[in-house]
């Protein structure tokens, strides 16, 4: 088997009394689509905090090609690869989609030697179109505020994002939420894509079929540890229900976590 691109061992976080993760491990390899599945408040976007830089762990390592790193923040886990698309999805409301695309990495007229020059608008909406038409992401105007789109829009532009910056690792909280069918179908399918690059793609979801039909693995948190790990293929829907409330304990069915 290849080697784990990004590891959480023995990862603990408390907020107050509250602990988010007690001892969570997570493991995500390169090329696959893994699932992070849990009830509500089984640790799962703590975690992925965690994984992504926002927030620090109290105790445990994160590992990155086997060797233990430090994510202070955002920029640190885009230093290694790893994009995120966040719960809340993170855009600025107030700019465009060209604008959230290229949030944190503007073009400016003149290349890099232009850094502290004028921002390359026509060259940043030329990207976001390129971008958007490979995705499938219909968007009549670039060119509006983030704002004015529909909760759907939004949501494909933090996946698109996510998606052309990606080179290793990309969490993905809850992508398709808001999403009716055709563009549900169409961010699975760039998963999909994104996965047959190489790049490992992590995908936190309460919708179980939905899970079975993208992911390779299933990774599930309880009560802010990690109780099972599965193969999808091998797997049915009663079964990642089962591992989330601790069901299959009882039946003695329980994966290695
Ligand atoms: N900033 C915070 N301050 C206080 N408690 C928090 C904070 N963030 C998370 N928690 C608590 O930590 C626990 C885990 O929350 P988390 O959001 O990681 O769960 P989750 O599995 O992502 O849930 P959901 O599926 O509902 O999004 C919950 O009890 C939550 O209330």
Same mark, same amino acid.
């Given at each position: 088997?290849?080697?784990?691109?990004?590891?959480?061992?023995?990862?603990?976080?408390?907020?107050?009394?509250?602990?988010?993760?007690?001892?969570?491990?997570?493991?995500?390899?390169?090329?696959?689509?893994?699932?992070?599945?849990? $009830?509500?408040?089984?640790?799962?976007?703590?975690?992925?905090?965690?994984?992504?830089?926002? !927030?620090?762990?109290?105790?445990?390592?994160?590992?990155?090609?086997?060797?233990?790193? &430090?994510?202070?923040?955002?920029?640190?886990?885009?230093?290694?690869?790893?994009?995120?698309?966040?719960?809340?999805?993170?855009?600025?409301? $107030?700019?465009?989609?060209?604008?959230?695309?290229?949030?944190?990495?503007?073009?400016?007229?003149?290349?890099?030697?232009?850094?502290?020059?004028?921002?390359?608008?026509?060259? +940043?909406?030329?990207?976001?179109?390129?971008?958007?038409?490979?995705?499938?992401?219909?968007?009549?105007?670039?060119?509006?505020?983030?704002?004015?789109?529909?909760?759907? &829009?939004?949501?494909?532009?933090?996946?698109?994002?996510?998606?052309?910056?990606?080179?290793?690792? !990309?969490? +993905?909280?809850?992508?398709?939420?808001?999403?009716?069918?055709? &563009?549900?179908?169409?961010?699975?399918?760039? !998963?999909?894509?994104?996965?047959?690059?190489?790049?490992?793609?992590?995908?936190?979801?309460?919708? +179980?079929?939905?899970?079975?039909?993208?992911? $390779?693995?299933?990774?599930?948190?309880?009560?802010?540890?990690?109780?099972?790990?599965?193969?999808?293929? $091998?797997?049915?829907?009663?079964?990642?229900?089962?591992?989330?409330?601790?069901?299959?304990?009882?039946?003695?069915?329980?994966?290695?976590?």
């Amino acid at each position: 088997m290849t080697d784990p691109l990004l590891e959480a061992r023995k990862v603990t976080k408390r907020y107050g009394h509250v602990h988010a993760l007690q001892g969570a491990d997570f493991t995500a390899y390169p090329g696959e689509v893994v699932a992070l599945i849990g $009830d509500n408040g089984a640790g799962k976007s703590t975690l992925v905090k965690t994984l992504s830089g926002t !927030i620090r762990p109290d105790e445990g390592e994160v590992l990155v090609d086997g060797k233990p790193v &430090q994510l202070g923040s955002p920029l640190d886990a885009r230093k290694y690869g790893i994009e995120t698309v966040y719960q809340d999805l993170a855009l600025a409301q $107030d700019l465009d989609a060209a604008a959230n695309l290229h949030l944190g990495r503007e073009l400016y007229r003149g290349g890099l030697l232009g850094r502290l020059g004028v921002l390359d608008r026509a060259a +940043m909406r030329r990207s976001a179109v390129a971008a958007f038409r490979e995705l499938g992401v219909d968007l009549r105007d670039v060119g509006v505020p983030v704002a004015a789109l529909s909760g759907g &829009q939004k949501q494909s532009v933090a996946v698109a994002r996510a998606v052309v910056f990606a080179n290793r690792i !990309i969490f +993905m909280d809850e992508p398709t939420a808001a999403l009716g069918v055709v &563009q549900r179908g169409r961010v699975l399918d760039t !998963i999909k894509r994104v996965r047959d690059r190489g790049i490992a793609v992590v995908l936190i979801s309460h919708n +179980m079929p939905e899970v079975l039909s993208v992911a $390779d693995r299933v990774e599930v948190l309880r009560l802010g540890s990690r109780v099972a790990r599965l193969t999808a293929a $091998d797997t049915t829907v009663e079964e990642l229900v089962g591992a989330m409330t601790g069901a299959l304990d009882a039946a003695g069915k329980e994966g290695a976590a």
